[in-house]
């Protein structure tokens, strides 16, 4: 009967030894996808489910600052002192010229006959002498085509205009579109970090019910694979979230994570 007994002993010793070094290589294999016990944060300890984002006006003034805008208003200015040119084409049909000139003018002069012995004679003046003039030329083609030059170039003008208004609706829709694209992503990756940490807790709770021997491996496998799928999904939202905030930091001119 004691011999009984001392196997029956050596037996559960045996079990449970067998459960704990089923437990340890458990662990061991998949140590390497175990994630702690809280909600991981995104890099540079950020966290996107507490982030506020700028609101809309804020996005679309700060986008005004693009270097698209600076473009198009420096082709206005352009065009503004080339329509300036255009209005005062009139001047080229008058011409206006004018010389002065100062000096002394001098003169020697011989003269001798049969009668006259040879004599030398000079004789200078001080000179000081203005000329103006003035012409007019006005190429009829010029002249009365003169009024649609004008309308042609403010014609550019206002067409370069309604090139930004253009460009900057589309800057808008393209903003908005990122924007609704966030506030779902961050909605949805709060409802994920949720998940993630009820499966966390989870995995913690049966690793001990499994420690204790109330808790079978494959109930334990089971357990760690949902915690490595919602860990997975959780980053690849955060990994979007990343990308879209970058893309709406370059579209509006604005930092928001970046800073």
Same mark, same amino acid.
């Given at each position: 009967?004691k011999i ?20 340890l ?15 991981p944060l995104?890099?540079e ?6 982030l506020?984002?700028p ?5 679309f ?7 698209s %805008?600076e ?5 206005m ?5 080339q329509l ?11 011409? %206006? ?9 001098? %003169?020697?002069?011989m003269?001798?006959?049969?009668n ?6 000079y004789?200078?003046?001080?000179q000081?002498?203005?000329f ?41 829709l393209?903003i ?7 506030t779902?992503?961050m ?5 994920k970090?949720e ?12 690793e ?12 334990l496998? %089971? ?12 980053k690849?939202t955060?990994g979007?979230?990343?990308?879209e ?9 604005t ?5």
């Amino acid at each position: 009967m004691k011999i009984y007994n001392g196997l029956m002993s050596i037996k559960c010793c045996c079990l449970n030894m067998k459960k704990i070094i089923l437990m340890l290589l458990f662990l061991i294999t998949v140590g390497s996808l175990s994630f702690g016990q809280s909600v991981p944060l995104p890099a540079e300890g950020l966290d996107y489910t507490k982030l506020l984002l700028p609101s809309l006006e804020e996005l679309f003034e700060n986008a005004k600052k693009s270097p698209s %805008v600076e473009m198009f208003e420096s082709k206005m200015m352009e065009q503004d002192n080339q329509l300036k040119t255009e209005k005062r084409s009139w001047l080229k049909y008058f011409k %206006v010229g004018g010389s002065w000139q100062y000096g002394n003018i001098g %003169v020697n002069s011989m003269f001798t006959d049969q009668n006259t012995p040879l004599f030398y004679q000079y004789s200078g003046a001080t000179q000081n002498a203005r000329f103006v003039s003035g012409t007019v030329s006005v190429p009829f083609d010029d002249l009365f085509d003169r009024s649609n030059r004008v309308k042609r170039q403010k014609m550019q003008r206002r067409s370069t205009e309604l090139e930004m208004e253009k460009w900057f609706d589309e800057q808008k829709l393209r903003i908005i579109d990122s924007y609704v694209k966030l506030t779902s992503a961050m909605s949805v990756l709060k409802k994920k970090a949720e998940n993630l940490t009820l499966t966390q807790a989870q995995v913690k709770s049966l690793e001990a019910d499994f420690a204790n021997g109330n808790a079978e491996i494959a109930a334990l496998t %089971v357990a760690k694979k949902m915690e490595v799928d919602a860990y997975e999904t959780f980053k690849i939202t955060e990994g979007t979230i990343t990308a879209e905030l970058l893309h709406l930091e370059i579209l509006s001119r604005t930092k928001i994570i970046s800073k």
